[in-house]
């Protein structure tokens, strides 16, 4: 049996996949009598959102408590800025309860800041703002009081979602899982992103695409902006900024949507594919198929292009080809890739789950896009890719294998129906609607000094930041071995008298090519030499 949430995961005994079948059934209920359905009392939503509002540090969702961006000081300091919380509202589609929003009060004549919670009572997300901390949907006081559902606000129709169902893969709820590998920091810790678009904003701010037409805002699930593969390819790039040593993510404002976000500015990069194009227009191609939607441009659609802009793009200032007033520089270490990026997989392969499960360990996050499907997502066409995201890990279930990926959504938990701002921030898919996948390799460095306790390590990514690692193991010819112990400095320290004048260490860390060194002390004096890993790690891979 599959679970549908946290909460209720302590009725079933393997909580994996969020099935939309089982969703159905599960709290499709009728809005008329939420206590006769078994749903939570309105009023006691009411109270929650109080208590968050009370104590930010109260609910860490949907980021983890240790993130490496500004999300939850940002979230403190525009919760300080909202009311107290008004009486929840439901959603209703097909006169069906699909979910609450509980608004808070702004000002004398206004509401916003949605905490949206699932029939079932579950927080489902979180409000989101725009960089002047003014909340994402505002709406009139004396509406919201007077609404007795929310289907009732025109200015909230965005959040109504169109079908009580999900659209590809099902999704899930990673914190709530057992027996899967995730990659080690991600899960929660990457930023998420939305490339849907935000209706009110662009008729606010007068936004103009190509040839100056105003862009264009859609309501439904899925049917904004096609800017897929930008998004992915920026959180792969976050996920290596973290894991090179960067300590930090800057934080922008979602070009369709003027929310903030963090990390890459997935702008940015489809500016960049834009600009490589006038070099190389065979490489950096366009899809074939129509322009997006909203910005009326041409769809940047090569995931192989892009690959290779994340592994070369360095050293660039450059305008957004449409607002001249926004700009970005990208500096010498550019994405922070380091190693040529290698490929899975691309169309017809019968061993592309092994090869999935294999990248991930090795590679980390990889950048991927699915195929297209037919019959209700049943069967794979593996003639071209379209939707990209970057898969973060999988399990095994039943004997088959899932993959699962951060969507470029927005951070809304599995239980959240899509609407026109977004959907689930995790889904999974078996291997075999998997079109393409790409991963970065990335080296380790060290530098070595002799102290009387034995060698001191410090480790550090090809970039020469500091990063923490697995292990170091030393083993002399007889096969004696020894480990290396962390220091409250951060540096580790090899006891090495038992070992000899000479032996090879061995440094490791998941998702990085290990170092390895030979090494031969005499007399306090130490010499290094490096020891070639790569090439065994990266057989069998086709680079870029």
Known sequence: MFTISASLSCRFKKPFIL??????????????????????????????????????????FPYAADISFSYHADMKNFLSKLGPALDPKPVLVDNKLAKYIV???????????????????????????????????????????????????????????????????????PSVMRDAYFVPGAIGRLPFKNQEEK?????????????????????????????????????????????????????????????????????MVEN???????????????????????????????????????????????????????????????????????RMFKGIDFDKARDLKEGLRKFGVLYAQHTNRLFNNKVPVVLMGVHSVAIVGYFTRDGKDYFVYQESFGPK???????????????????????????????????????PAGLVFVTKSHEGRPIPVDSITARNRAGATQNATIAPDGSYLLPVSALGR???????????VPLALDIIVDNGNIAVKKVDTEDEYLKGYKEL
């Open 502 to 512: 000479s032996f090879r260490v061995t440094i490791a860390r998941e998702n990085f």
């Open 103 to 173: 608004m808070c009060r702004l000002s004398s004549d206004t509401a916003g800041a949605p905490f949206q919670f699932s029939a079932d009572g579950d927080l489902i997300a979180m409000p989101e703002w725009e960089a002047s901390l003014r909340p994402a949907f505002v709406v009139p006081l004396d509406i919201w009081n007077a609404a007795k559902t929310v289907n009732d606000i025109p200015g909230l129709r965005e959040l109504i979602p169109t079908k009580l169902q999900y659209s590809a893969g099902p999704p899930v709820e």
């Open 272 to 342: 960049i594919y834009h600009i490589f194009r006038q070099k190389k227009p065979s490489r950096y191609w366009y899809s074939p198929v129509g322009k997006d939607r909203v910005t009326g441009e041409e769809m940047p659609w090569s995931i192989k292009a892009y690959v290779e802009l994340l592994y070369n793009a360095k050293n660039m200032t450059f305008a957004d080809r449409f607002r001249a007033s926004e700009t970005w520089s990208l500096g010498p270490d550019g994405f922070h890739m380091d190693l040529p990026p290698v």
């Open 19 to 60: 099935l939309a079948l089982l969703m159905a059934a599960t709290f499709i209920l009728a809005a008329t009598s939420p206590a006769a359905a078994g749903l939570p009392d309105p009023s006691v939503l009411k109270s929650r959102v109080a208590g968050i509002i009370a104590q930010p540090g109260s609910v860490v």
């Open 413 to 451: 938990h599995g239980l959240y129906f899509e609407d026109s701002m977004g959907g689930p921030r995790y889904r999974a898919m078996t291997a075999q609607f998997f079109y393409q996948a790409w991963g970065f390799p990335h080296t380790l460095r060290a530098d070595v000094k002799s102290s």
């Open 199 to 267: 209706e009110e904003w662009i008729a606010r701010n007068n936004f103009l695409g190509e040839d100056n037409a105003p862009l264009k805002a859609h309501l439904g699930r899925r049917t904004g902006s096609s800017k897929c593969l930008s998004y992915a390819a920026a959180t792969v790039a976050d996920y290596w900024s973290l894991m090179t040593g960067n300590t930090s993510l800057p934080a922008y404002s979602n070009y369709l949507s003027g929310i903030v976000e963090y990390g890459h500015d997935p702008r």
